[in-house]
């Protein structure tokens, strides 16, 4: 199995826990799986808890070193500025990630953490390996949200409007978009 498919089966099971199907993983210098993880902000309860963060921090601790030069982060979505960040600070050799995230992503999109002038450090990035099975899976998950919608009793999309959901099929028409 390729890093982007372990990567891809951990964001599989991160949607069977209901949580935004993002999965990642960190390699070490010889390619063996250091780290691996999907979200879990919902189990969590910690908005945070996003895939490249409890990989990192895993394969950090693992390692019993706070920077990981000669790691890479594999992940299935363009991460969002605050993992961007993280990846800058744990110093990750090369960032490769699925799908590309036009509204939460940091890298290529919004605040471009890596271009910014304070940014100490900047992985290699390669952008868009295995994107349609990456972005297929987060729009097939809010696809599945998307009922809960008019219910008021349970709006299951909230707070998942973030991460990926610019590849919600319906994007930009939720509770949370200003316009509606
Ligand atoms: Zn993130």
Avoid: W
Wanted: glycine share 12%; with cysteine.
């Amino acid at each position: 199995m390729t890093p982007m498919e372990i990567a891809l089966e951990e964001a599989r099971a991160a949607a069977a826990r209901g949580e935004v199907p993002v999965g990642a993983v960190v390699l070490g210098p010889d390619g063996a799986v250091l780290a691996r993880a999907g979200n879990r902000t919902e189990e969590r309860t910690d908005p945070t808890a996003h895939a490249e963060m409890l990989a990192l921090r895993a394969a950090a601790a693992r390692r019993g070193a706070p920077r990981l030069p000669d790691c890479d982060l594999v992940v299935t979505l363009e991460p969002c500025p605050m993992c961007a960040a993280a990846a800058s600070l744990f110093r990750v050799r090369r960032l490769v990630f699925g799908a590309y995230d036009p509204k939460g992503g940091g890298v290529e999109h919004g605040p471009r953490i890596f271009d910014a002038p304070g940014c100490l450090h900047r992985p290699e990035v390669i952008g868009g390996v295995r994107e349609c099975e990456a972005a297929d899976l987060l729009r097939d998950f809010f696809r599945a949200l998307r009922p809960a919608r008019g219910d008021p009793s349970g709006a299951r999309i909230d707070g998942k409007e973030g991460q990926g959901a610019a590849l919600d099929p319906q994007g930009g028409s939720g509770p949370l978009d200003p316009i509606t």
